[in-house]
């Protein structure tokens, strides 16, 4: 999909990209230092609402075809947001293709998900748990 064919879908459906810098891109595998991250949301005609990340490196200053080329090209790691379905149909792609590396990070994903659960059950424990006061001896 060339920068043309991306304007126009954009401009064709009233699409808008709205974008925040954020401090990390959770779909992005492996190091992420160095990178500035945003988080993006598409929304006009036919997509109410499409929440996405991009990251590139610092001299680089991406505008909105930019973000769409980018997302294009690492659409299926968006599977599970929502508005994924109506960019599909916009943009006119399928995800019928296995990549392995999109493959690598589901299943990468779904192993680290039991141990965020484990850390986040912990911090709540500790949040309940009532730590006595220390003073010093003759205090």
Same mark, same amino acid.
């Given at each position: 999909? %060339?920068? /043309? ?6 401009? !064709? ?10 401090? $990390? ?14 988080? #993006? ?14 990251? #590139? ?6 505008? !909105? ?8 090209? !690492? ?5 599970? #947001? ?27 994903? $779904? ?6 659960? /484990?850390?986040?059950?912990? $911090?709540?424990?500790?949040?309940? $748990?009532?730590?006595?006061?220390? %003073?010093?001896?003759?205090?």
């Amino acid at each position: 999909m %060339t920068p /043309q064919d991306i304007r126009r879908l954009l401009d !064709d459906n009233s699409l808008s990209l709205s974008r925040a810098k954020t401090e $990390a891109n959770p779909f992005m595998p492996g190091d992420k230092g160095g990178m500035n991250h945003y988080f #993006c949301i598409l929304s006009g005609a036919g997509i109410e609402h499409f929440e996405f990340y991009v990251s #590139c490196t610092p001299d680089i200053d991406p505008v !909105d075809v930019d973000m769409i080329d980018v997302l294009v090209k !690492d659409i299926k790691a968006y599977r599970g #947001c929502v508005g994924y379905e109506d960019f599909l149909r916009i943009f006119d792609l399928n995800d019928d293709e296995e990549r392995a590396d999109v493959v690598l990070a589901w299943r990468e994903l $779904a192993r680290l998900a039991p141990l965020v659960e /484990q850390v986040v059950e912990l $911090a709540n424990d500790n949040r309940r $748990a009532v730590i006595p006061t220390l %003073t010093a001896p003759g205090m």
